[in-house]
């Protein structure tokens, strides 16, 4: 016989509407402060030769992917 359960655990802390938006917010301008780092890598790595990337382990077309690895394309 399966047990199935009809009711949510209503006794375990949920975060509210405001909480999510303030975390937002500031994910929001961590972000945004770090972007001239992210944006010199970029400049680094485009400056670079196949052969240099290569030794990285990065393509020409990955550069981003790899600059931006923490936020996306995981």
Known sequence: MAYTATHADLSAPREGFFTKLGRA????????????????????LNNMSDAELAQRGISREGIARHVFRDMMYV
């Open 25 to 44: 917010f500031v994910q929001a301008m961590e972000n945004q402060h770090d972007l001239p780092r992210r944006r010199q890598e970029i400049i680094k």
